[in-house]
């Protein structure tokens, strides 16, 4: 809706390898606590061209936004917290990336993440356990990064590694079976 009426600064670049946003401002001089919101709330989009430029989006920005990005971390939960509720694969795949990118984006983002975990992580609970089941086959899935089970323990061990002295027991609270990756 915003992308239709001109709102975002940006607009697609095509690519003969592969398609990119075009940042009509430097991403340098945007406001992060009007755009990052924004960018993260579009994750729960499914359509083509949303879901490229919410998902290009948000890497764009934690990407350039250094100290922006630790004062927007209570504006991020409500629309992580919408986006992983829809309970859609693709949606929830794109989030648990996106919340990887963000924990490393910054120093201090993984422990600003620690008081919200009781927002984020029920429903990763509930899809720990949701692998692909191949058999003897081949996933290619895995080249993708689209295995939940696997993003969501990716997920919580970067959670635990950035998230300070209370990461894991407050993980091992809201997912009881996780075990920790620190020795």
């Known amino acids: 809706m915003f992308y239709e009426k001109g709102n975002f600064p940006i607009a697609i670049e095509f690519d003969t390898k592969r398609n990119k946003i075009a940042w009509k401002i430097e991403i340098e001089?945007?406001?992060?606590?009007?755009?990052?919101?924004?960018?993260?709330?579009?994750l729960a989009e499914k359509e083509h061209p949303y879901a490229f430029l919410a998902r290009q989006g948000v890497n764009d920005l934690l990407e350039h936004g250094g100290q922006k990005i630790l004062p927007v971390i209570p504006q991020l939960i409500i629309p992580i917290k919408k986006a992983l509720n829809t309970r859609n694969h693709a949606v929830v795949c794109a989030v648990l990336k996106a919340l990887q990118h963000l924990v490393i984006s910054a120093d201090l983002v993984g422990e600003a993440l620690v008081p919200y975990y009781r927002q984020l992580l029920?429903?990763?609970?509930?899809?720990?356990?949701?692998?692909?089941?191949?058999?003897?086959?081949?996933?290619?899935?895995?080249?993708?990064?689209?295995?939940?089970?696997?993003?969501?323990?990716?997920?919580?061990?970067?959670?635990?590694?950035?998230?300070?002295?209370?990461?894991?027991?407050?993980i091992k609270y809201m997912v009881p079976t996780y075990e920790s990756c620190m020795l």
Do not use: C
């Not at 990052?36 to 579009?42: A, K």
């Not at 295995?147 to 323990?153: A, C, Y």
């Open 29 to 42: 001089k945007l406001d992060y606590h009007h755009y990052l919101p924004l960018f993260f709330e579009g």
């Open 122 to 170: 029920p429903i990763l609970n509930l899809f720990k356990n949701k692998n692909t089941n191949v058999g003897d086959a081949i996933d290619y899935g895995q080249q993708r990064r689209e295995n939940l089970g696997d993003l969501i323990s990716e997920t919580l061990q970067l959670f635990e590694k950035h998230g300070g002295e209370d990461a894991f027991i407050n």
